[in-house]
């Protein structure tokens, strides 16, 4: 048997067929989420959060790959490489 | 299927999850010194954790057959008191001949403030000076990013650091690759909320492959599932993962990643 990950690849086919409930549940969930905010008394629409969580969700729509990767780097704060000379660290 | 558990708190855990997790296969685990969810007064309160994780927490795993090894230092949230972590750091040589002790860990940052980062630095300073291996620790949610590409800065600033003697842990899509092309070990935390799934873990291990990678349950006194491991276990296999592959990531990277310990000795778990 093999150690490489690669060498059990599943299809496209499989993995649909295999993943499509617990998508089909989480969308739900993302759904009612949203439903739920609607419902709530109060303004939201300006909240950074809502904007983040907008981003996301054009990424989960748009052509491209890496999309986890893709949803943690826009959730994520900004990596300044001189971060050493701003806290005066060498 | 045996496995190790390479980062999991059981000072938070009762005594019936080390029977559960005897059950399912855990043979070996290693506890990282961390935060206990408020901070600690004094060093004193500092020496008797350590004497906890030195003492008393391996006797409780031996009773159902278990190996205990553990990790010490300050953890990044009480590192933002400076004093303090320096007469932590003073007292920590006193343990470090224990017979359980892997090394210096999990030393990391939390909020990456300057105060954490030097913290950090010196810790990075005692692990040198005692020929310790080292466990790191990245932040959570919005801070992992920046924190892990700062912690990376620091052990690759410092050519005394031997790589392939660090763990990072708590990796997630975004800061894997970097630290496993760098040439440190990944752990993948497997946590309900804040970190990653069993799923999320097993499509890591398909894109990366199983060198330098392990997974852990973290099992603390927040939501955590200290049987996690298993869990991942069950999903690599549903997928058809060979048992070669799941054993490569659940039991043999972690026993060959603590072999560069002084303390741990391989001939005690079989290969
Ligand atoms: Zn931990």
Known sequence: ?90 | MDYIDPHIHMVSRTTDDYETLARMGCVAMSEPAFWAGFDRGSVESFRDYFRQLTEFEPKRAAQYGIRHFTWLCINAKEAENVSLSREVIAMIPEFLSSKNVLGIGEIGLNKNTKNESTIFLEHLELAVQYDQQILIHTPHLEDKFQGTRMILDMLMGDSRINRSRVLVDHVEEHTIETVLENGFWAGMTLYPVTKCTPQRAADMIEKYGPERLMANSAGDWGPSKPTAIPDLIMELKRRGHSRELIRRVVYENPRQFFSQSKNFDPTILPG
């Open chain 1, 1 to 90: 048997m093999s150690i490489d990950p690669n060498a059990v690849q599943r299809t496209a086919e499989k993995v649909l067929a295999e993943e499509f409930l617990s998508a089909r549940s989480k969308i739900l969930d993302l759904a009612a989420i949203l439903d739920r905010l609607e419902r709530a008394p109060g303004s939201i629409e300006n909240a950074a959060q809502m904007q983040l969580l907008g981003q996301c969700l054009k990424i989960l729509c748009d052509d491209e790959f890496d999309k986890a990767r893709r949803v943690q780097l826009l959730m994520s704060r900004q990596y300044d490489p001189d971060w050493r000379k701003t806290y005066g660290l060498h």
